[in-house]
């Protein structure tokens, strides 16, 4: 990242294609042509685990394991796990959005139907690829397809109601399960290979054209995730496995009560006492997928905020120490360096630049916020962009940018139209230049401003559960006219892929 380049973000979910969920398949690769086309050297996703509760990426059942659901139903067709006809007609959901529980349900089926196929008639190097892939996963992957298992033998995806023994993890049913459910967890392997499989035919894809890959690795995980029933020791939990306190946020931009995402925090003790070993499997595996990694929330690693368990708000939180240097510390003795870009975004302490800057971590700049507080003359000044950094003109969590502009007064949008010289139409424009324009080495711009769309297609509004990950792009936006502008207006700022 020590070049002047740029690149789109834009998650797989949201790709076009004739399934109701875009995935790792033709529409993915075609989506990594449009990016040489147009100049741009990185792709940008959303955490790519199996999604949680109100289907967020933040919320996963795995901080290890792939979304089943990006699988490529027609990748398993060519290589004869599934038959064409087996595939039923499918169009995307309704108002070209996510349907989720329809992908669910059509792709789970065939999926299932692949691996009887495999089960029945796969050749024995297939089988051996996958018993090699299911030792070289086994830190989690074991711990992850037993998970799964159990989860639809005992009914509930909260293991807290499970039987005791199984809860506690006692050894002996531990074992029993794994001979009754040996169908199921070889079914849960079958699938996370495939995963493998098609991840690495786009990373080769990618390669080829020079792009690389951003991913995303959520500082938390679910409570009812393969992750805390495997290790609840690294984490703050009551004796049955509830939690006492939870994560969260203060009050600020996104929520005057601030946000509680429920989900359990870290005894960075304990994972100290473990040399980090979680931890350094954890981003081991994100390595493996992408050439670097957003570190969402890094104000955590600082400082987490805990509210008590139960609490529907988070003003009676309290802030808690982090894992801070030591944890870094200890993840580039691992990897030697340290490709991660810190999502240093919220209340932005010296601590929190100190830990950023010791490391040499790339920080994080989104537009639309710099833009809003120069409009408030009682704000602090914007502080200049870094070299060492990434500048965004909205993030997952923002409005599109024509949906913030569209929110500002009319003495904002005047002031704005007025510093970028332009009328209405080319406000969106001509803020994805000053991205461009940015000293930041890396310029991200989401798929949704390149198309200037409105609120209707912002991906998160953050505190609220439902309704949110399901923008995908409409067939055919993506156009070679919106390629060559995007190429022009790149190469006109001096970044290059």
């Known amino acids: 990242m020590n070049q002047r380049s740029s690149g789109v973000l834009l998650h797989p979910t949201s790709l076009f294609n004739s399934y109701p969920i875009g995935d790792l398949g033709p529409a993915a690769h075609a989506f990594v042509d449009f990016l040489a086309e147009s100049g741009q050297g990185w792709w940008q996703m959303l955490p790519i685990g199996p999604a949680g509760g109100g289907d967020s990426p933040y919320q996963s059942i795995s901080a290890f394991a792939g979304n089943p659901l990006l699988l490529s139903p027609d990748w398993l067709v060519e290589q004869g796990f599934l038959d064409c006809r087996e595939i039923e007609s499918s169009v995307p959901g309704s108002e070209g959005k996510v349907d989720f529980s329809r ?40 711990d992850y397809s037993l998970f799964l298992a159990l989860q639809a033998r005992e009914g509930t995806p909260d293991w807290c109601k499970w039987a005791p023994e199984l809860r506690t993890r006692n050894p002996d049913a531990l074992q029993n399960a794994q001979k009754e459910l040996a169908g199921d967890i070889r079914y849960h ?63 600020d931009y996104f929520s005057p009560t601030g946000q509680v995402w ?10 100290q006492a473990q040399n980090y070993q979680w931890w350094i499997e954890r981003l081991r595996t994100a390595l493996g997928r992408f050439d670097f990694n957003r570190l969402d929330h890094f104000i955590g690693f600082v400082r987490t905020f805990e509210v008590p368990g139960g609490d529907r708000t988070a003003e009676r939180g309290q802030y808690q120490p982090g894992g801070g240097a030591a944890f870094l510390e200890a993840m580039r003795k691992a990897f030697g360096s340290l490709p991660f870009i810190a999502e240093d975004l919220g209340i932005l302490t010296p601590e929190v630049e100190a830990l950023r800057d010791r490391f040499q971590l790339p920080g994080s700049h989104v537009l639309q916020f710099e833009y809003e507080s120069s409009f408030d003359p009682n704000a602090d000044p914007v502080k200049p962009h870094l070299s060492n950094s990434v500048v965004y003109t909205g993030t997952h969590d923002n409005d599109t940018t024509a949906g913030w502009y569209a929110k500002l007064s009319e003495s904002n949008r005047e002031a704005l139209r007025k510093r970028l010289g332009v009328e209405d139409s080319g406000v969106v424009w001509a803020m994805i230049g000053d991205a461009l ?59 290059q892929g």
């Open 103 to 142: 992908a669910e349900r059509l792709k789970l089926g065939w999926f299932q139907k692949a691996f009887e196929k495999f089960e029945q008639k796969g050749q024995a190097a297939q089988r051996s690829e996958l018993d090699a892939f299911a030792s070289a996963e086994a830190y989690w992957l074991g």
């Open 189 to 251: 392997q079958f699938v996370q290979w495939q995963f493998s499989r098609q991840w690495k035919e786009l990373r080769e894809a990618c390669k080829a054209l020079d792009i690389r890959l951003i991913g995303d690795i959520p500082l938390f995980v679910s409570r009812e995730s393969a992750d805390v029933w495997a290790h609840p020791e690294i984490f703050k939990l009551n004796p049955e496995g509830t939690m006492p306190v939870v994560a969260g946020v203060p009050p």
């Open 262 to 271: 429920g989900v359990p925090v870290y005894r960075w003790d304990v994972l």
């Open 437 to 495: 324009a940015s000293p930041a080495d890396l310029s991200m711009v989401p798929a949704q401003d390149l198309l200037g769309l409105g609120t209707e297609s912002r991906m998160n509004i953050p505190g609220t559960p439902e309704g949110n990950w399901s923008w995908r792009l409409a067939e055919g936006a993506l156009t070679p006219d919106l390629a060559h502008r995007l190429r022009n207006l790149t190469i006109n700022h001096g970044r």
